[in-house]
């Protein structure tokens, strides 16, 4: 068995230890790593670095990729299905959608494509690399893995001033809106793309299992609980945030777990995540897990007419034709 997984936003809190999994428990697979920069000037791509170097005999790749430009995105995937055609890289196993974009200190940004950089980075570019790539997968099928947040869920995230709601208007996702608390701004924008992303997953796992070739392609929606030693409480967050991460979710992680489990750390997410891409944990099944608990998502992500919606305008926002994928995009 031999086949790849890709994992985007690789050099994250979360990736490193998925990555040190793969390469530990599965070392048959050729993991795709996405970053944004590959050198090791970046601290967090030296430890990705570092932890690849502990498995000198694996097959790996580093490829550079911002996921805030959509150009970008079409390359890196026509790229590695040209490779996967050319037999350069084995085809694919799972894709692994990890990375992710919040600005909880400052004002809503547009990429150079135009779009709101939240929804671009966590949703359409996503979007763009599974719906290219679905053609790419092995003839026995595989796994790809989405990721959600409790903030996708109306009054589960402390964070959360404004619920998270997917306007019937859909393009109102794409554009920027000027915030006077940049803290409950940035965390609707992003708990949006968080609803988006879940919304999608529902509809991508609906039109695979109509899909006479691609039925044996699987997608989980993953939130992967509250990660109290990510990277992520300290990037483009507010001083308190940070203080919070150090002298109390830190610390106290032990003692939170014990009214609500999904308070844990990152390495325990990555594992977790390997273990669904690789179909080894809930093998064949689809949808939403919390952790890797099956728990209900918000009422509103149950909404069919608005994932429909959504499946053709985010193939639309992706800029997906019918001849970029093997899927029905209508
Ligand atoms: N942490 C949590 O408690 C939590 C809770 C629920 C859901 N999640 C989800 O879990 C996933 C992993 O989170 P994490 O905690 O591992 O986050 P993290 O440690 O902050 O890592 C985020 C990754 O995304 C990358 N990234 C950011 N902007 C990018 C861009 N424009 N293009 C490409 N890559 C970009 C980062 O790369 P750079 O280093 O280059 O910025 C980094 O590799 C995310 O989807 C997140 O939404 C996390």
Redesign the pocket.
């Known amino acids: 068995m031999t086949a790849t997984i890709i994992i985007?936003?690789?050099?994250?809190?979360?990736?490193i230890p998925a990555v040190n999994h793969l390469l530990t428990k599965y070392p048959d697979y050729t993991a795709v790593l996405?970053?944004?920069?590959t050198e090791n000037t970046?601290p967090?791509?030296k430890k990705l670095h570092e932890t690849i170097a502990k498995f000198p005999n694996a097959q790996t790749s580093i490829r550079q990729?911002?996921?805030?430009?959509l150009s970008a995105v079409h390359n890196f995937a026509n790229t590695i299905a040209t490779e996967i055609s050319e037999k350069k890289l084995p085809p694919l196993a799972s894709i692994v959608?990890?990375?992710?974009?919040?600005n909880l200190n400052g004002d809503s940004e547009l990429t150079a494509d135009g779009i709101e950089?939240t929804i671009?980075?966590?949703h359409i570019?996503h979007v763009a690399i599974v719906l290219r790539l679905l053609g790419s997968f092995r003839p026995e099928g595989g796994r790809i893995i989405l990721?959600?947040?409790?903030?996708h869920f109306p009054g589960k995230n402390s964070l959360e001033k404004y619920p998270p709601a997917i306007a019937v208007d859909l393009d109102a996702l794409l554009h920027t809106t000027p915030f006077s608390d940049k803290l409950a701004g940035g965390m609707h924008i992003?708990a949006n793309s968080?609803l988006a992303i879940l919304m999608w997953g529902y509809a991508l796992n609906r039109h695979l299992e109509k899909d006479e070739k691609l039925r044996n392609i699987t997608a989980i929606i993953?939130?992967?609980?509250?990660?109290?030693d990510?990277?992520?409480?300290r990037?483009n967050t507010p001083l308190f945030l940070r203080v919070v991460q150090r002298l109390v979710l830190q610390p106290l992680r032990p003692l939170i777990r014990l009214t609500d489990p999904s308070y844990r750390t990152?390495a325990d997410?990555?594992i977790d995540v390997v273990d669904l891409a690789t179909n080894n944990v809930h093998p064949g099944e689809r949808g939403y897990l919390l952790t890797l608990k099956k728990e209900p998502s918000s009422p509103d992500s149950y909404n069919e007419d608005t994932q429909e919606k959504l499946w053709v305008k985010s193939a639309e926002w992706a800029k997906i034709t019918k001849e970029d994928t093997a899927i029905s995009i209508i």
Do not use: E, H, M
């Open positions: 985007t936003g690789a050099n994250g809190s979360v990736a996405t970053v944004r920069n970046d967090n791509t990729l911002d996921l805030a430009d959608c990890n990375a992710y974009y919040w950089k671009q980075v966590n570019s990721f959600t947040s409790n903030a992003y968080k993953i939130d992967p609980g509250n990660l109290t990510s990277r992520a409480l990037t990152a997410a990555g």
